[in-house]
T-cell receptor
Framework: NAGVTQTPKFRVLKTGQSMTLLCAQD?????MYWYRQDPGMGLRLIHY???????AKGEVPDGYNVSRLKKQNFLLGLESAAPSQTSVYFC?????????????FGAGSRLTVL | GQNIDQPTEMTATEGAIVQINCTYQ??????LFWYQQHAGEAPTFLSY??LDGLEEKGRFSSFLSRSKGYSYLLLKELQMKDSASYLC??????????WGAGTKLIIKP
């Protein structure tokens, strides 16, 4: 059981380039999330999805787009990368049940924008 | 604004007990989570508290006081593998998770 898989694990971009981070989960979870983690700060929610075909903005959505065409996949796109987007990106999923909505995280994708 | 406060770093000795505190000010409360994150790895779930009191799970326990906006994670019989960051997160009135910056725990032999 793979859980949540993110690709790529590492990427270096030049300012202005575009890229897509891929997230796949095999737990049949309804909810999926993209977070960024920066030194000295808590995890910040970029975008999330409560089901196939739905997306919503989180705390820091500017400069990012997402798509959830299939229930198991959640894609995060950067159309024109900026150095401020250098970060570690985590995808997570959850069943979305009320109560303890426990998140299962992917291993992370470390992105550097030069 | 919403705020979660945790100490940045703590040091403890192998075999000892350590308490990691978390205070929060959020718009509403629907539960508090603790996650463990080893360096370079993903956060993993440790505990969930929604009612006041102590939840015990093996060597780890988590306490919540909603009236004080306070929680702590208690780790007993510390092992070297417990060296990690511990993240406190609160589910607010909109069921959005607000995360603390994490506490880096260093275990010394």
């Amino acid at each position: 059981n793979a859980g949540v898989t993110q690709t790529p694990k590492f990427r270096v971009l030049k300012t202005g380039q575009s890229m897509t981070l891929l997230c796949a989960q095999d737990m049949n979870h309804e909810y999926m999330y993209w977070y960024r983690q920066d030194p000295g700060m808590g995890l910040r929610l970029i975008h999330y999805s409560v089901g196939e075909g739905t997306t919503a903005k989180g705390e820091v959505p500017d400069g990012y787009n997402v798509s959830r065409l299939k229930k198991q996949n959640f894609l995060l796109g950067l159309e024109s990368a900026a150095p401020s987007q250098t970060s570690v990106y985590f995808c997570a999923s959850s069943s979305g049940d009320s109560g303890a909505n426990v998140l299962t995280f992917g291993a992370g994708s470390r992105l550097t924008v030069l | 604004g919403q705020n979660i406060d945790q100490p940045t770093e703590m040091t403890a000795t192998e075999g000892a007990i350590v308490q990691i505190n978390c205070t929060y000010q959020t718009s509403g409360f629907n539960g508090l989570f603790w996650y463990q994150q080893h360096a370079g790895e993903a956060p993993t779930f440790l505990s969930y508290n929604v009612l006041d009191g102590l939840e015990e799970k093996g060597r780890f326990s988590s306490f919540l006081s909603r009236s004080k906006g306070y929680s702590y994670l208690l780790l007993k019989e510390l092992q070297m593998k417990d060296s990690a960051s511990y993240l406190c997160a609160v589910l607010d009135s909109n069921y959005q998770l607000i995360w603390g910056a994490g506490t880096k725990l260093i275990i010394k032999p």
